[in-house]
């Protein structure tokens, strides 16, 4: 099936610091989002992409649909202790890929750590 | 926005026992959710897709028989993990699609199987 290959999968960085983490795919994806998960929570959407080469912004966080349709990047700036979490990012393949109607696949997710 | 409710969000049982996961959405009619499992430092892997009104579609290599999953309302949709062993221990999350490519998650479930 679909895979997203996500990475890095951790990072340690200062608090005040840029942080930038990206997606990417061997296959086409209909759809880009970007989830943050925190310890015994579920994950909760950041931003979401629809169209290729979309770019977003949600206050310190900036996400782009690459051109190609195969890879997204998130950035966030400026970092602050409560961005600590897992984030993770999705999206959806094309209808006649295989994947089931209006599934998402997940990458493996980037665990932020920050410190103060 | 679009809330789900997801209960219990821990629970310990004994092996051989059955537990019930219940997700609901709050203020919108779900007519798709979907049962994550997801362990440790691991992502989140789909277990089935219900639809309100119809049966399940289980992902490959899940079994249908040890996870009940029942949608029989718009607002309501269980897991039921029947005969459960400590390997089903794990974190299950829900999702409930609230628009064309737009969903919403559950908080999760811990479940420990002693």
């Given at each position: ?116 | ?36 499992r997801q362990f440790p430092k691991q992502s989140l892997m789909l277990m089935a897709t219900s639809n309100e009104g119809s049966k399940a579609t289980y ?56």
């Amino acid at each position: 099936g679909q895979q997203l290959n996500q990475s890095p999968q951790s990072m340690f960085i200062q608090e005040g610091e840029d942080v930038s983490m990206n997606c990417t795919s061997s296959s086409i994806f209909n759809t880009w989002l970007w989830y943050k998960q925190e310890p015994g929570e579920g994950p909760v959407l950041l931003i979401a992409l629809y169209k290729a080469g979309e770019l977003t912004s949600n206050g310190r966080l900036t996400a782009q649909f690459g051109i190609t349709r195969k890879d997204s990047f998130l950035n966030i700036s400026a970092s602050i202790p409560s961005d600590v979490g897992i984030y993770f990012c999705a999206g959806h393949p094309p209808p006649n890929s295989g994947a089931g109607s209006y599934q998402l696949t997940f990458g493996k997710g980037t665990k932020l750590s920050v410190i103060p | 926005g679009a809330v789900v409710s997801q209960h219990p969000s821990r629970v310990i049982c004994k092996s051989g026992t059955s537990v019930k996961i219940e997700c609901r959405s709050l203020d919108f009619q779900a007519t798709t959710m979907f049962w994550y499992r997801q362990f440790p430092k691991q992502s989140l892997m789909l277990m089935a897709t219900s639809n309100e009104g119809s049966k399940a579609t289980y992902e490959q290599g899940v079994e249908k028989d040890k996870f009940l999953i029942n949608h029989a309302s718009l607002t309501l949709s269980t897991l039921t993990v029947t005969s459960a062993h400590p390997e089903d221990s794990s974190f299950y999350i829900c999702s409930a699609r609230v628009s064309k490519y737009g969903y919403t998650f559950g908080s999760g479930t811990r479940l420990t199987v002693v």
